[in-house]
């Protein structure tokens, strides 16, 4: 049984399961976000009160939580037989002509999981009441953490990141769940660059409005 | 022309090795890579020293025993083709060349550029055949194939299981070699009736004798001397999927 469950195939079915789930949440997360650009601090806040409250988004919440970790853990252990699979590397270094963000998923992933942390502090841990702050007032909290230089300069760097990482996830996604197809798969690869430059721009819009703007 | 050589040198699966240099200097461009090394083993010969060790047979592209690692390239920089078919003419004046092996974890160096390469083999044996009696040959139109499928399977039954794939590849994986493998039987009607048994078997093989897993990196189908697709990739993930 464990065989099967961590073959080579169904760790990779696992991986893209995952991150196709989070792939969904994220678009969710930004049009919510989008309403830290009015001035009334009602709408976000009701919309955060709504994501914690209403226990449809809870069982939601936990299956989110899930597909996270299990998406870490599984690219991690991974990407550690991966190295262990090629112990010794090439001194004239690899020239294959590959999509090039395919291969530092490990590093962008990481980097987009560093931020992961940090906003987790921010907001996801004051709600559990884990960390002091007004659960009740994520609308003040993302505003004065925006406020911050540096705030921003993480921010923005980890959507960059986060842009490269998703450039290369829907397409690995379909190829590696078996739905390969002559004239759709293009299309998808066209979808997943559209989606890793939309999505994080998105997010960056907000950033930078609510940082220089405001 | 005149090259400069780094070759990979290594006395046996478990000495060090290092990179020794070779100046060459009468290179004509009409010589293949092989007889560049020949030429090469030639002087070590005469000069007493011990020649340089590289899997070859058929040199014309099909036995897929003459895998090096070139310039960052398995089988060198020119696509779709083997060592062997690799010409000097592609070379410049003065260039230096790394010779590398194959490098992964399951491919272990035997002696200088040669790899152990058997673990292709267990996967082979694993599942990579069909169960039939041999006698006299049946009759080929007895069991109808669509054109397209046969095409099919056929490219991808020319895979020569060179293991290019397997040294391209930034994990090390053998998915593509064993995708193409599955594929070959898995278009065809002989090769459903044992389909569920190859699969399972052939990659519980493979993950057993340690290759990496894919990330769809692409890097094998970029470097593949017989082009085989990552599409049979997929192909083998869903042949997997229906297996369980
Ligand atoms: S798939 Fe291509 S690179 Fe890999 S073993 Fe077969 S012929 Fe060689
Ligand atoms: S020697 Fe046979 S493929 Fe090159």
Known sequence: ?214 | MKLTLKIWRQKNAKSKGNFETYQMDNVSPEMAFLEMLDALNKRLVEEDKDPVAFDHDCREGICGSCGMYINGHPHGPIPAITTCHLSMRFFKEGQTVWIEPWRAKPFPVIKDLIVDRTAFDKIQIAGGFISVNTGAAPEANNILIRKKDSDNAFDSAICIGCGACVAACKNASAMLFVSAKISQFALLPQGKVEAIDRVRAMVAKMDEVGFGNCSNTGACEAECPKQIKLTNISRMNREYFKAY
């Not at chain 1, 490990?106 to 004051?126: A, E, K």
């Open chain 1, 1 to 214: 049984m464990n065989k099967i469950l961590f073959s080579s195939i169904s760790k990779k079915f696992v991986m893209a399961t995952a991150g196709l789930f989070l792939l969904l949440f994220l678009p969710v997360h930004l049009l919510i976000n989008f309403m830290l650009l009015k001035s009334d601090p009602e709408p976000f806040n009701k919309a955060a009160h709504f994501m914690a409250t209403f226990p449809l988004v809870k069982v939601f919440e936990i299956v989110l939580i899930g597909a996270i970790m299990i998406h870490i853990t599984w690219g991690i252990m991974l990407q550690i037989q991966n190295w262990l699979a090629r112990p010794v590397g090439y001194v004239s270094g690899s020239k294959a002509d590959t999509s090039f963000f395919s291969r530092f998923m490990i590093w962008t992933g990481s980097s987009v999981l560093i931020f992961l942390v940090l906003h987790f502090f921010n907001f996801y841990f004051v709600k559990l009441g884990l960390v002091p702050g007004d659960a009740e007032d994520f609308y003040s909290i993302a505003h004065n953490l925006f406020k911050l230089p540096m705030y921003n300069y993480i921010y923005l760097t980890c959507f960059t990141l986060l842009g490269f990482h998703l450039y290369h996830a829907l397409g690995s996604a379909f190829q590696t769940l078996g739905l390969n197809h002559r004239i759709w798969t293009p299309v998808v690869k066209v979808i997943s660059i559209i989606y890793a430059i939309l999505l994080p721009a998105g997010f960056a819009f907000i950033s930078i409005s609510l940082w220089l703007f405001r």
